[in-house]
């Protein structure tokens, strides 16, 4: 569990959002604070206490010291998320074992507009460390962001667009740190300045790795044994290696009744795909934004907040030294606008629209996918009536999606369009003080994406010829949801269970028949359509041991698991249950933990996929803040002290590819 530590974070949009649920707060046992506001649940903002859906944040003060990773990565130890891991440079968040197009990863509640959902060793294109805050939403409850995002959602905040002038008149971060394991190093900066009405943002991040050490041979003993081959010798990770760069700049207008700012950003990357000894990919995007809110004085409405986001993104797939392969282009255009209703004796709601066009091309003599245009537009209402003891929600969109491309091999266009209806409707008490109990039922439809309905050819990535259905129906599920906070003295713990039902789920499926391409084969692969049943849950508890004002002793935990069953057998690449504890000291000067996590073995696998060993990783953290003014931190890590073989079942690449092995991280964090 993960609380904010700077109210500035959101700015003015979150003052709006406590505004709109004051009424509620005061009437329960739940207290909220700027810092506790989860915008990604609804526009109006929910207390992290009071949402009946699963989240998760991590803040300003927790990203500061952070690993140097990709967001898979850096989100893979939070309950119900793993990463797909397909190489350090390229992981994308795993939700409840869905991933992909079911799982939405937003800047700033805009799409990324890449094409890390096209192919697992796509990587995103935002880096962590660009962030003053991400928040989690799992389950597909969030209808702000469309049908597709089945699986979860993924909020990026950066704050590049300022919403308020910093305290003092300038704000900011400075982070450097180095890792042994991948002789890691990088270092990010961030600041603020306000001059009249105009607030300034400036930043950029550099981090660049080697191919990083194993602690075993990279081919798992299970491959080795149905290939008859050696393991070979282990030792470093080939391939593994990262580079990148990212800068970015943004200007705000700000008045008494909102702001009015644009930003634009640059990123390259360059990284190893692992999956092959000589192929890496370079990745370039340039973005511009513009975000904008303004408040009402009276009437029925509090807000209206508006947001825009362009790319042009550009991805290249190199076989060797100056041999471009594949190139993938992906450039587009999303926005949306929410109107906030003002709160009314309990009763909050919000109305907005979401459009999207994005053209994406697939260019080489290994372009799996072809050219494709996509068109989205979508309108809802999120509703909550909170009355303290008792309170309901609902929620209501439709999407109208358009996927259009000529196949390849093909002369003549196909055009599908899908009218998707999601609603969701919830149901909360507070019978108790610190208690709150809360049962949701959601319905979401999917469009299929454009590899799902236009895939033909051998892709390198997954070493499988992939070929997709333009007759594919949407994806519908219907979703039952528990969820539970709890706060009582020393203790709390949050506890959501869940059970999903598919009709068309869209499944990958071996169809026993092999391609060759000049000598080398590979095995053929169709998108089908079945039923399919997910249930699980997730649950976090932090109990203090002892305190004693600023100083702290807790004990935390937190444990997941997901069953996926389809009528054709398990569902391919879903996550094992794991647990994990923590021992925790907090004070003013000093903060360290002792982690332990198991991850549990995964046996219920497809044709497609092998087994995979459980494995009991330990960790150690410790930050000092030397001076008086708490601003610089000093910070180490000690990742996978025991130097174990882990592997992750979700990666595609798990059995040549395991985890890092041991890694002393240090740096320093100066926040001012």
Do not use: C
């Not at 997954?462 to 997709?468: K, S």
């Amino acid at each position: 569990m993960h609380h904010v530590s700077r109210s500035s974070l959101l700015g003015a949009a979150a003052a709006v959002a406590l505004a709109g649920v004051a009424h509620a707060q005061d009437a329960s046992s739940d207290t909220a604070q700027l810092d506790d506001i989860v915008v990604t649940a609804s526009p109006f903002g929910v207390s992290q206490r009071a949402t009946t859906i699963a989240t998760d944040v991590i803040d300003e003060q927790a990203l500061a010291v952070a690993p140097a990773q990709s967001l898979g990565d850096l989100l893979a130890s939070q309950p119900g998320l793993r990463s797909t891991d397909f190489a350090p440079g390229a992981s994308r968040p795993v939700i409840r074992g869905l991933s992909g197009p079911r799982v939405q990863v937003l800047t700033n509640g805009i799409g990324m507009i890449d094409a890390s959902s096209v192919s697992p060793d796509h990587a995103v294109a935002t880096d962590p460390a660009e962030s003053n805050r991400i928040e989690v939403v799992r389950g597909p409850s969030t209808l702000m962001y469309g049908g597709s995002a089945i699986g979860g959602v993924v909020n990026i905040l950066d704050g590049r667009i300022p919403t308020e002038m910093p305290d003092g008149g300038v704000d900011g971060v400075i982070s450097t740190q180095a890792s042994s394991v991948d002789d890691g190093r990088s270092v990010f900066a961030r600041v603020t300045a306000g001059a009249g009405r105009f607030a300034f943002n400036i930043d950029g991040v550099k981090r660049s790795t080697d191919d990083y050490d194993i602690p075993s041979p990279a081919r798992s003993a299970r491959l080795a044994a149905l290939d008859g081959e050696p393991r070979g010798d282990g030792g470093s990770q080939p391939n593994s290696y990262t580079e990148l760069e990212a800068w970015g700049i943004g200007a705000s207008y700000i008045g008494d009744k909102g702001f009015i700012g644009a930003s634009y950003k640059d990123t390259d990357s360059e990284y190893g795909t692992v999956a092959e000894p000589t192929v890496f990919i370079q990745l370039h995007q340039t973005r511009e934004d513009v975000r904008g809110e303004y408040r009402f004085d009276g009437g029925p409405f509090s807000a209206v907040r508006g947001s825009f986001g362009h790319a042009e993104y550009t991805h290249t797939e190199f076989e060797g030294p100056g041999e471009p392969g594949t190139i993938f282009d992906s450039d587009g255009q999303e926005g949306r606008v929410d109107l906030v209703q003002r709160e009314r004796d309990g009763w909050n709601a919000a109305y907005g629209v979401q459009a999207l066009s994005r053209d994406f091309a697939a260019i080489g003599e290994e372009a799996f996918v072809p050219t494709a245009h996509i068109e989205e537009q979508g309108v809802y209402t999120i509703q909550r009536w909170d009355r303290g003891a008792v309170g309901f929600e609902g929620g209501l969109r439709f999407d109208k999606r358009t996927l259009s491309a000529i196949p390849l091999g093909e002369t003549a266009e196909v055009e599908r369009q899908f009218d998707n209806v999601s609603a969701s409707i919830a149901a909360f008490l507070r019978p108790a003080p610190g208690l709150f109990l809360g049962l949701s039922l959601a319905h979401n439809e999917r469009a299929p994406s454009e590899v799902e309905l236009f895939a033909d050819g051998v892709h390198i990535a997954t070493a499988a010829y992939e070929t997709g259905d333009v007759n594919l129906d949407a994806e519908t599920v219907n979703t039952l949801e528990g969820t539970v906070h709890y706060t009582t003295g020393r203790f709390t713990g949050d506890f959501h269970p869940y059970v999903s039902k598919y009709d068309g789920f869209i499944d990958e499926r071996a169809t026993g028949e092999i391609f060759d391409a000049e000598g080398e084969e590979f095995p053929i692969y169709r998108f089908v359509q079945t039923d399919a049943t997910f249930y699980g849950f997730e649950a976090e508890a932090d109990y203090a041991l002892w305190e004693s004002g600023d100083r702290k002793l807790s004990l935390e935990g937190q444990a997941d698991y997901v069953h996926a069953e389809t009528d054709l057998g398990p569902a391919a690449r879903i996550p094992p249950w794991s647990v994990t504890g923590r021992l925790a000291w907090s004070s003013t000067p000093f903060d360290a933990a002792l982690e332990v996590r198991h991850v549990a073995e995964q046996d219920r696998v497809t044709e497609i996929e092998l087994p995979t060993d459980a494995y009991t990783m330990v960790n150690l953290t410790g930050a000092w803040r030397p001076l008086a003014d708490k601003n610089i931190t000093v910070f180490a890590e000690v990742h996978n002290l025991t130097d174990v073989e882990a592997r992750e079942h979700v990666s595609f690449l798990k059995d040549i590819a395991p985890m890092a092995g041991r890694n002393l991280r240090v740096g320093v964090a100066y926040r001012f």
